[in-house]
């Protein structure tokens, strides 16, 4: 139980593209959920929370209007990355809370992105 | 602020040998404690956690973690290393007050030799 999975797994794309990623709990119900970033060799920073039907809430630094984040259900958040520059190019992972437990994060397996 | 701190970088255990790798946190709440461990490409898959009561946890692969108030540290042991052990391990704690969100340590990579 507990599985988070993340489409696509990796993807190169052209500076000035946008990228869609999405998130989705398969087995259960994610009211929360968490975009990370890991640049090579750190750990995960995070980007901002998701919550189902609201809008998500950013962590200082992290630009809105670049890094859209749509949590359209119990069991999808989608992150976009609005005109990828090569400096976005990092890992991108999702976590999500199972709904009703609350302490307990589980990690997708990540989306390794790539802007030529 | 809330920080976790894991000292050790890269670590090096020989097959079969003990495994400790420490974890020091700074919070005022009484933390939630995690260890999750990470294959290079791959997300993070969670070894065990700590909320309250016995503070010797038991986690999967043959994990364990102790959780110390008085020296704020929650270190991860495992009795005999696997090569298969060889990853990356994250220590984390929730900031319960804010939403669960999780603050990570840097991370120690572990290495097998054989």
């Known amino acids: ?116 | 602020a809330q920080s976790v701190t894991q000292p050790d970088i890269h670590i090096t255990v020989s097959e079969g040998a003990s495994l400790e790798l420490r974890c020091n946190y700074s919070y005022g709440a009484t933390p939630y404690l995690f260890w999750y461990v990470q294959s290079p490409g791959q997300g993070l898959q969670l070894l065990l956690k700590y909320f309250s009561g016995d503070t010797l946890v038991q986690g999967i692969k043959g994990f364990e973690a102790e959780f110390k108030r008085s020296q704020s540290s929650f270190n991860l042991r495992k009795p005999s290393v696997h090569w298969s052990d060889a990853a990356e391990y994250f220590c984390a704690v929730a900031l319960m007050e804010y939403g669960n969100k999780l603050v990570f340590g840097a991370g120690t990579i572990l290495r097998v030799k054989s």
Not at chain 1, 16 to 39: H, N, P
Not at chain 1, 61 to 73: Q, R, W
Request: hydrophobic share 35%; proline share 3%; aromatic share 10%.
């Open chain 1, 1 to 116: 139980g507990a599985v988070v999975s993340q489409h696509p797994s990796r993807v190169i794309c052209k500076s000035g593209t946008s990228v869609k990623i999405e998130c989705r709990s398969l087995d259960f119900q994610a009211t929360t959920m968490f975009w990370y970033r890991q640049f090579p060799k750190q750990s995960l920073m995070l980007m901002a929370t998701s919550n189902e039907g609201s809008k998500a809430t950013y962590e200082q630094g992290v630009e809105k209007d670049k890094f859209l984040i749509n949590h359209a259900s119990l069991t999808l958040s989608t992150l976009t990355v609005t005109s990828a520059h090569p400096e976005d190019s990092s890992f991108y992972i999702c976590s999500a809370i199972l709904a009703g437990v609350g302490e307990t994060q589980y990690f997708g397996p990540g989306t390794r992105l790539l802007v030529l």
